[in-house]
């Protein structure tokens, strides 16, 4: 009698099963998959970059900017931490008929960091960096002329 339960139970959660909801839209915003965790921890270095990125060129640069080539990546640490990381290029507007692109990087650190210049294309080519994701020079062009 005892094995008739359990068989019935088992057959009734077989049978559920396959028409449930999909696990992860059951579950609460703490206990989201992987996936879509991994792709917020993500987010919150791309977004933080550039901002970071499309500020310090408007404090520090040119009144208009064009971008190219933009793209977010992280590097291992010796520490094993992922340092992220936004490399691309810029060119001043007046410069547009020269068209001599400057590279640039971007890196989180406990802030950021900002360098400008041939010195940093060695950086973002190196074999061990990570690219999340495209080409985020659109995104990076749109903060930086919303700025004041």
């Known amino acids: 009698m005892q094995h008739r339960a359990v068989l019935i139970s088992m057959i009734m959660l077989i049978g559920c099963g396959a028409n449930s909801i999909p696990s992860h839209e059951a579950l609460s915003p703490l206990q989201a998959p992987a996936q879509e965790q991994?792709?917020?921890?993500t987010d919150v270095p791309v977004q933080f970059l550039l901002t970071s990125a499309a500020?310090?060129?408007?404090?520090?640069?040119?009144?208009?900017?064009?971008?190219?080539?933009?793209?977010?990546?992280?590097?291992m640490t010796k520490g094993g931490e992922k340092q992220y990381m936004l490399c691309g290029e810029f060119?001043?507007?007046?410069?547009?008929?020269k068209a001599e692109w400057t590279p640039f990087v971007t890196i989180k650190t406990s802030g950021y960091e900002q360098y400008v210049g041939d010195q940093v294309t060695s950086r973002c080519k190196r074999m061990s960096i990570i690219w999340e994701k495209g080409d985020l020079s659109t995104s990076l062009q749109s903060r930086f002329d919303s700025l004041p």
């Open 38 to 41: 991994q792709k917020a921890s």
């Open 55 to 75: 500020t310090d060129f408007k404090k520090h640069g040119p009144p208009g900017l064009h971008f190219r080539d933009v793209h977010v990546g992280y590097d």
């Open 91 to 97: 060119l001043p507007s007046q410069a547009r008929d």
